[in-house]
């Protein structure tokens, strides 16, 4: 079996507000922007799995952003570097750099609702994948992260086994600053009903079967005007390991020939 290829070259992007960011890319074809969840980065969502070489195989370029205060971008301590919603101006950043026109949308949790700002605000991808979130996660954003505030202001007190502890642990596997972690979470913006109901754009709602984290997908999809719900095994913290989600998402976006 061959081991999915992780060691991407690194490539420089800047924010609307200067930030040194960073992505990478692999594959060659139509333009995918697939986003990380949060604590995570580009490599461990999309790489390590398989999920963005599925992809690439169906004829994409797959480019895949560090987020800021994540993996090899900048991770500011400063609070101002932290505006609301400058996830997707990031991302937005991202395309404007890369002039591209014709091109796909997607994410992972909290990659999923930085997918969904950008849509909320203007961006046209001809699909979106919004994966790992729920339609709670999208309406009461600004209210779900009290959880990841209590871990990341209490690190090293947390019993064995529990999930504060697994989570602290996979930040230690991937390196997390915590300071610019905790100020990635003011940056979370509510989406009302209405913004949802305009978003056109034909859309992957995708979850774990166990994943109610954040809210229902289920629902997320019904909201959407051509929102497709679809599940794959696992939990929120599962499900992105699983070869099923790749596979779905590259189902969803199909086979694309440049001929």
């Known amino acids: 079996m061959v081991s999915p290829q992780t060691d991407l070259t690194v490539h420089p992007f800047r924010g609307r507000d200067g930030a040194a960011l960073a992505y990478r890319e692999i594959g060659e074809g139509r333009p995918v922007v697939l ?20 992809i690439a195989a169906r004829g994409y370029r797959v480019i895949m952003p560090d987020l800021r205060g994540h993996g090899g971008s900048a991770k500011p301590h400063d609070a101002a570097a932290y505006p609301p919603d400058v996830l997707a101006d990031d991302g937005f950043a991202l395309i404007e750099q890369l002039d591209l026109t014709n091109y796909d949308l997607g994410g992972y949790s909290l ?23 729920g339609l709670e996660g999208i309406l009461d954003a600004t209210g779900r992260g ?22 602290e642990a996979f930040l230690k596997t991937v390196g997390g600053d915590p300071v610019a972690l905790l100020h990635v979470l003011d940056t979370s913006v509510d989406t009302p009903r209405e913004a ?35 599940v794959v095994p696992g939990n ?20 694309f020939s440049r001929s």
Do not use: C, Q
């Not at 959880?147 to 209490?154: D, K, M, P, T």
């Not at 079967?209 to 997908?217: I, R, Y």
């Open 35 to 54: 986003i990380h969840g949060y604590f995570s980065t580009a490599t461990v969502n999309w790489l390590r799995y398989g999920h963005a070489a599925k």
């Open 111 to 133: 990659g999923g609702r930085t997918t969904v700002r950008m849509l909320a605000r203007g961006a046209r991808p001809g699909r979106a994948i919004i994966a790992g979130m």
């Open 146 to 167: 009290a959880v990841f505030r209590r871990i990341l202001a209490n690190l090293g007190t947390f019993e064995r086994g529990s999930p504060e502890w697994m989570a």
């Open 196 to 230: 949802l109901a305009r978003i056109a754009v034909p859309t992957l709602v995708l979850a774990g079967v166990e994943d109610d984290d954040n809210g229902s997908a289920e629902a997320l999809a019904a909201v959407l005007p051509n929102g497709r719900y679809a």
């Open 236 to 255: 929120h913290m599962s499900a992105v390991t699983k070869p099923e989600l790749g596979v779905a998402m590259a189902e969803f976006l199909g086979d």
